[in-house]
């Protein structure tokens, strides 16, 4: 079992920074993957970032790339997503994910992950 729990959520206005932090516990040593997805209301769940745990390699879905940078910390087992330059259409919920499959997992497929945070609200105003 993985535990997740996002922070760093919150109000901000259109060109601002926000800064997301999820903490991973239990089995963290055996995580393959760990992402960031975000939901706004109305829409389906989408692929924001993520970062190959054994090797730290990032991932990025095309709305991600040029504003947000994903990055860990093994030591303390916890993701981060750096985002930058935040429109009105980032507002969502954004939730944390981890998998301990093995082997190749597609990153961007939110059936790929058993393990769910319980999402921070980002909202960005114009």
């Known amino acids: 079992q993985v535990q997740l729990v996002e922070s760093g959520g919150g109000l901000v206005q259109a060109g601002g920074s926000l800064r997301l932090s999820c903490a991973a516990s239990g089995r963290t040593f055996s995580m393959n993957l760990m992402t960031w997805f975000r939901q706004a209301p109305g829409k389906e769940r989408e692929f924001v970032a993520g970062v190959s745990w054994r090797d730290g390699s990032p991932y990025y879905a095309d709305l991600a790339k040029g504003r947000f940078t994903v990055s860990r910390d093994n030591a303390g087992a916890t993701l981060y997503l750096q985002m930058n330059s935040l429109k009105p259409e980032d507002t969502a919920v954004y939730y944390c994910?981890?998998?301990?499959?093995?082997?190749?997992?597609?990153?961007?497929?939110?059936?790929?992950?058993?393990?769910w945070g319980q999402g921070t609200q980002v909202t960005v105003s114009s």
């Open positions: 994910a981890a998998t301990i499959r093995s082997g190749y997992v597609p990153v961007s497929v939110k059936s790929s992950y058993d393990y």
